[in-house]
Nanobody
Framework: QVQLVESGGGLVQAGGSLRLSCAAS????????MGWYRQAPGKQRELVAG???????EYVDSVKGRFTISRDNAKNTVYLQMNSLKPEDTAVYFC????????WGQGTQVTVSS
């Protein structure tokens, strides 16, 4: 079992920045990759950014150049630095960890006002 606890969401004006954190605990050695997903009202959940255990990263096109995913292995924590935020980034952001199973955090709300 893997437990994920997210933090760092909030309300920010367009052009501002936020940093999300996801602390993992439990059977962390089984984790192959972690990522951030988001779900806006009426839309499907989408992958925003992912990072593998080897450090390879991927991003959805809409956030490339603005968001950065990183990990601190000593703290078992993954971060999502979000810069130049836009109103269309407003969503609930979920942390995900993949091992043999897929684990989800509780979600954190990010609201970007215009």
């Amino acid at each position: 079992q893997v437990q994920l606890v997210e933090s760092g969401g909030g309300l920010v004006q367009a052009g501002g920045s936020l940093r999300l954190s996801c602390a993992a605990s439990g059977n962390i050695f089984s984790i192959n990759a972690m990522g951030w997903y988001r779900q806006a009202p009426g839309k499907q959940r989408e992958l925003v950014a992912g990072i593998t255990s080897g450090g390879n990263t991927e991003y959805v096109d809409s956030v490339k150049g603005r968001f950065t995913i990183s990990r601190d292995n000593a703290k078992n924590t993954v971060y999502l630095q979000m810069n130049s935020l836009k109103p269309e980034d407003t969503a609930v952001y979920f942390c995900n960890a993949k091992s043999r199973l897929s684990y989800w955090g509780q979600g954190t709300q990010v609201t970007v006002s215009s």
